[in-house]
């Protein structure tokens, strides 16, 4: 199973990204996705998933109202759309995939990607 994610980069406060995260070797549709994050000297922490049909997403409290998640389930993609980003998104970004329900826990997810990374600058 690999998960790659993309479309990090340096941008300003205000700015918008665009995450993606390609899935192969599994049953896409099998599986819960996940986006985590971790800055440096932080733990690692949720920040948003999507249902195996993408029926129900789930958000951090932190990115409610600026980050949207979504998946195409034919292309195995799973995308995580960043607007108004703030100097303490900087983290690295990990998507990541889970049979569970348990969307918020990062113990949840069976496969990791190797994270992209989004910088903030003020």
């Known amino acids: 199973v690999q998960l790659q994610a993309f479309g990090g980069g340096l941008v300003r406060a205000g700015d918008s990204l665009r995450l993606s995260c390609a899935a192969s070797e599994l049953t896409f549709s099998d599986y819960a996705m996940g986006w985590f994050r971790q800055a440096p000297g932080n733990e690692r922490e949720f920040v948003a998933a999507?249902?195996?049909?993408?029926?129900?997403?789930y958000y951090a409290d932190s990115v409610k109202g600026r980050f949207t998640i979504s998946r195409d389930n034919p292309k195995n993609t799973v995308l995580l759309q960043m607007d108004s980003l703030k100097p303490e998104d900087t983290a690295v970004y990990y998507c990541?995939?889970?049979?569970?329900?348990?969307?918020?826990?990062?113990?949840?997810?069976?496969?990791w990607g190797q994270g992209t990374q989004v910088t903030v600058s003020s």
């Open positions: 999507i249902s195996r049909d993408g029926g129900s997403t």
């Open positions: 990541a995939a889970g049979m569970s329900d348990s969307y918020y826990y990062s113990d949840s997810y069976h496969y």
